[in-house]
């Protein structure tokens, strides 16, 4: 297996863990997303206190997501420094791939479309455009980011039965 092909085997894990815990994904995402409309829509009209309430609650939720995903994404699996320093001497292309697609990720959903477009639209339609973008954002691409991270971690930590064959391990666990 090349090594883009190694490092798409992230995304494509991440994407069958997403669709196969959606309800779980984007419940606990929801929370988020809600709390953003509503605050970022009518700053001026909610009181501090509890908006930053509102803020530590979207906080512990997003750490659940973690904790749920990371347990979904370990079981069964031995994770290893030792595995980490030989996937990274052996692979670190995959790596930089990863890190270019994660890098374009954030040039589109970041960089394009809060800051751009946002800088297109009137002044008054701003704060709207950027709460539904928020919204949107929550269950979709934030989720997914996270899981992707975890994603990679699970890749790179990974002790595998036969380092020389990671192509086919790769393969069957992601």
Do not use: C
Not at 22 to 28: C, N, Q, R, T
């Amino acid at each position: 297996m090349s090594e883009f092909g190694l490092a798409l085997e992230v995304p494509r894990w991440t994407w069958r863990l997403y669709t196969r815990h959606l309800v779980m994904v984007v419940g606990l995402s929801a929370v988020a997303s809600v709390q953003r409309l509503i605050v970022v829509n009518w700053t001026d009209e909610i009181p501090s206190a509890l908006a930053t309430a509102s803020e530590v609650v979207v906080l512990a939720t997003r750490l659940a997501l973690v904790v749920l995903v990371w347990r979904i994404a370990m079981r069964g699996l031995t994770l290893r420094w030792s595995a980490a320093r030989d996937f990274t001497r052996r692979h670190w292309r995959s790596l930089v791939w990863q890190a270019g697609f994660l890098g374009a990720a954030f040039a589109v959903f970041e960089v394009l479309a809060e800051h751009v477009v946002s800088g297109l639209l009137p002044e008054s339609a701003r704060q709207t455009y950027l709460a539904v973008l928020l919204f949107l954002k929550n269950p979709t691409v934030i989720a997914l980011t996270f899981i992707w991270w975890i994603g990679v971690v699970r890749q790179v930590f990974q002790v595998r039965a036969h380092q020389d064959d990671l192509a086919a391990t790769a393969g069957a666990t992601y």
